[in-house]
């Protein structure tokens, strides 16, 4: 064996739901050769034995959906979300060099790695669907930084919205101003699929498309046969590679808009937000085996409801995700899967709505099927790969140490993970990371974000918004 972890509160997440007191794990080869109480596996042979009593061993928490870019944009506009979204289009296409994107990724990699999250999906870009597709440059970046820190990611590219062309200023080598066709953006993808797609087992590439409001983004200007070009040449794609389809912002009437005039729905396909969905919509994701990504602490959903519940009950497939890391929610699952339970629960005015368990397998289990990846990941089993974290439960809004699963999915967060294990690598350890220089990471993102406030002019919106104090409403 390569690890031997025990002493542990083992939360398998197996098709049993087991709970190990006084539980062990053996890893050989990046994989879980054994899971069962310390002292069936005491005869194990190990290069070492951790000893994790006092702690809660749990699968890698799964993130499914999340934006690069966002992580140094954060709360610029101070809570203006049209100053924001403005920002985002000036940033991303404009402002943005690939160092701002290497920067980006290691910032909030480094956020996820540290909360937990050992596999997370990440837009390139954002916005108003502002993706940067005008050079593989740009998710070459992204996937370097995530491939030294060491998590599991699957990285979304998809042309913007039409009208094509779009422009983009690129800086690598002096201010230079491009314009990029749809067949351009189109080339972009394919390339970053063949880069990176299936790399090391651990970064993965699938397509996305903006969602289409028919009431607003279908008229004279881009009729609805621009928008099937689109869709059609993003379907020969998947075909061709056999990624995943994303969409971020559904919401009342999108989704079944998207299976009568796209046919992109599928087993294949997940969808973020999905808020205000009708009967019809929640029965077409059943049937269609789509799969859904709830954002509860998203704006979006301060707007409108996912009907996670319903979906749940239909037979549908929903997992978790941040939408981080802005402009007012960060990468830590703990939050989002503790907010999940408030949010629903409020809704029905019922404390029994959603117990832990249930949010448990949204962000574990439930999440790897969502991505086609619950045969590797999502429980701890034997076979599968060992992405484990362990929770430091030494702890006073801990303790006492008792129904440990209960008190971890009420009172903790993010920064109470203390080791986290990816293919059976230790990426952290005592909360020290052992793949990056976290002060350099934290630096270099700052540096790139001084930068991408000159090349934007948007200081203006670092000041503290008229409203902040003394009053209830902005």
Same mark, same amino acid.
């Not at 796209?262 to 009967?279: C, D, E, Q």
């Not at 960060?330 to 939050?335: A, G, K, L, Q």
């Not at 702890?395 to 971890?408: D, E, F, I, S, V």
């Given at each position: 064996m ?13 098709p ?17 050769a054994a899971?069962?109480?310390s ?18 061993v ?23 979300g049209?100053? %924001? ?7 991303y296409?404009?402002a943005s ?27 390139l870009g954002?916005g108003d669907?502002?993706m ?10 992204h ?11 699957v ?15 690129? %800086?690598?080598?002096?201010?230079r ?22 790399r ?36 020969e794609?998947l075909d ?14 999108t ?6 005039q ?29 799969r859904?990504?709830h954002?509860?602490?998203?704006v979006?959903?301060m707007?409108a409801r ?5 979906l ?17 929610r ?6 989002h899967?503790?907010?999940?339970m ?8 019922? /404390? ?21 990846l ?19 439960m030494a ?14 999915l ?10 986290v294990?990816?293919?059976g ?6 909360r ?5 220089d ?12 001084e930068?991408?406030?000159d ?5 203006t919106?670092? /000041?503290?918004?008229?409203?902040? %104090?003394?009053?209830t409403h902005y």
């Open positions: 390569d690890l031997l972890i025990t002493g542990a509160t083992v939360v398998t997440v197996d049993q739901r087991r709970i190990i007191d006084d539980g062990a794990v053996a890893i050989r080869h990046g994989r879980i899971v069962g109480a002292a069936e596996l005491a005869h194990h042979e190990a290069r070492r034995v951790m000893d994790a009593r006092r702690k809660l749990l699968p890698g928490l799964i993130d499914g959906h999340g934006h690069a870019g966002h992580g140094l944009v954060k709360t610029l506009g101070g809570d203006d049209e100053a %924001w979204y403005r920002a985002c289009e000036a940033i296409a404009g060099s690939g160092d701002f994107w290497h920067a980006e990724a290691l910032l909030t990699t480094l956020e996820r790695l540290k909360a937990g999250t050992t596999t997370g999906v990440s837009l954002g669907s502002i940067r597709v005008d050079d593989t440059l740009f998710a070459d970046r996937m370097r930084a995530v491939e030294q820190l060491g998590i599991r990611t990285l979304a590219v998809g042309p913007r919205r039409p009208p094509f062309p779009h422009r983009y200023i690129r %800086w690598e080598r002096g201010r101003e491009v314009t990029v066709s749809l067949a351009d953006q189109l080339a972009v993808c394919e390339d970053t699929i063949r880069r990176w797609h299936g090391d087992g651990r970064l993965h590439v699938c397509l996305i498309l903006p969602v289409v409001h028919p009431e607003r983004h279908v008229n004279e200007a881009t009729p609805l046969a621009e928008w099937r070009e689109q869709a059609d040449a993003v379907r794609l061709q590679y056999g990624v995943l389809f994303h969409q971020d912002g559904h919401t009342r009437g989704i079944r808009y998207l299976h009568d796209f046919g992109l729905t599928g087993p294949k396909s997940f969808f973020s937000h999905a808020t205000g969905l009708t009967g019809d919509e929640i029965a077409l994701c059943a049937q269609t085996d789509s859904i990504v954002n509860p602490s998203a979006a959903s707007l996912c009907p996670v519940t319903e749940i009950d239909a037979g549908a497939t929903v997992m978790l995700g941040s939408d981080g890391t802005a402009p007012d960060s990468y830590d699952m703990f939050r899967m503790f907010q999940c408030r949010y629903h629960r409020y809704h029905f005015h019922d /404390a029994d709505v959603l117990p832990p368990g249930k949010v448990l397998e949204m962000a574990t289990i439930d999440a790897a099927r969502g991505l086609g619950d045969h590797e990941i999502g429980s701890l089993e034997v076979g599968k790969r060992a992405d484990i974290i362990l929770l430091e702890k006073p809004h801990l303790y006492p140490l008792n129904m440990p699963l209960y008190r971890a009420y009172f903790a967060n993010g920064a109470d993970v203390d080791t294990i990816v293919d690598r230790i990426l952290m350890e005592n020290r990371v052992q793949t990056v976290e002060a350099g990471v934290l630096e270099y993102a700052q540096q790139e974000t930068t991408m406030l090349r934007a002019g948007l200081r919106l670092l /000041a503290t918004r008229e409203g902040f %104090w003394g009053r």
